[in-house]
């Protein structure tokens, strides 16, 4: 049934090829201040080292220090303690909560609002945490470090694929994840300082903090808003001469087009949480669901949050276990300048598959070592120690290619400008849910599982990746506006969206799920 007015159908013409623009040192400066969220992240991981630091624990966990220090203990068990797990995992629970409500707040005052909101409460609890003097400051403190994960998060990605050239998309959008990155490298390697200042150095590891958080709160302010949230506020003038101004040229047309269309319909959707949930959206609400849990589901963050604690388990010592979660901080930062240097030719399938089976390999190594030549009361030897800092090593190599940036990247490309803020919402809370779950379960399942908990990582990097095999398209150089026809043409996800139907100028969607049922059956 035809109407005199139609509504807003978002982008229905690939215009990819007219797209026109390069890289431009507006966008170079945007995506290195906007990534230094990715760093504070990055810290906030590899900061919890301090929890093997021991005026740290005799001050906080009196209970962990005795037992890491009994020399009667099971070395799988010694540092199983719920109140220490919290001190990691709070951060995680507070940003899962807090990404939820950075939603409207960027999509109704831009992305810029939450950057610089994440900025203040990463200050916040960097202050809280240097200054504790007992538990309860120091969680208060943990929680407000997630309160600036949860709208740093969900901003960052959107921000740096909306700046950036269609073509160029992938790496650019990397810089949060190379950021993150060199967030962990850097607290390990100040953690691998201040151990030998005692009994304060863990209140400098923690209140340093604050020096990333000061830059991203100064480059919140300073930076420009993305052309497409401009646009969605209706700010249109001014979106067009962002967009100029971020490609380099007036010839934006095409692009701008793209914009426009997806605002028009981005108005009308006064729900995106409800908008979300409906049948056209479906592939990317699957996305933004699995593709942040799997990625936590490699086991990275246990190895990131405890590396110290694991390696000290299997017998490293004190300055032996920081050096090695050093040194794979290093191999991570390393890895993910191979996923920028490559994401853009190779695709994102290709680096996700051929990452995912090397971590597999990389797990059943580990657990059969340990399974052989590490148990509850014996040691590993040097040569077998040796081998298993290679072997994860190994491991954050492939993860550093293809999990660790991808993980982000393909969730903050793929949805409509309608749903985009409230899908990387949800995208954020569910890796902060599952980074909870593990920060708070993984000494536990240490104890319980001992060696075989590395094939129980195994085993969801296989479900993982054969997920990515069937269910995700290639969306390398793809448009972020024209996302949505990508996956209208997916042998998959083409007979689970509503049908397609066809126009003067292009193709448009349906009439949503009624039309589906009702419309023609072109499509087929």
Known sequence: MAGSMAPPRGVTKERAAEYKGHMTFAVAMACIVAAIGGSIFGYDIGISGVNTMDPFLEKFFPVVFRRKNSPTRNNYCKYDNQALSAFTSSLYLAGQVSTLAAAPVTRNYGRRASIICGGISFLIGAALNAAAANLTV???GRIMLGVGIGFGNQAVPLYLSEMAPAHL?????MMFQLATTLGIFTANMINFGTQKIKPWGWRLSLGLAAAPALLMTIGGILLPETPNSLIERGHVEEGRRVLELIRGTAEVDAEFTDMSEASELAKTIKHPFRSILERRNRPQLVMAVCMPAFQILTGINSILFY???LFQSMGFGASASLYSSMLTGAVLLFSTLISIATVDRLGRRKLLISGGIQMIVCQVIVAGILAAKFGADKQLSQSCSIAVVVVIC???LA???SWGPLGWTVPSEIFALETRSAGQSITVAVNLFFTFVIAQAFLSLLCAFKFAIFIFFACWIGVMTA???VFLPE??????????????KHRFWRN????MAPLEDGWGHGGGDCAAAHGSNIQK
Do not use: Q
């Open 394 to 396: 190994l491991f954050m």
């Open 138 to 140: 120091l969680i208060i």
């Open 475 to 488: 969306t390398k150089g793809v448009p972020i506006e024209e996302m949505v026809l990508l996956w209208s």
């Open 399 to 401: 993860f550093g290619w």
């Open 467 to 469: 997920f990515v095999h």
């Open 169 to 173: 998309r992938g790496g650019l959008n």
């Open 307 to 309: 590396a110290p604690v």
């Open 496 to 499: 689970v969206m509503p049908d």
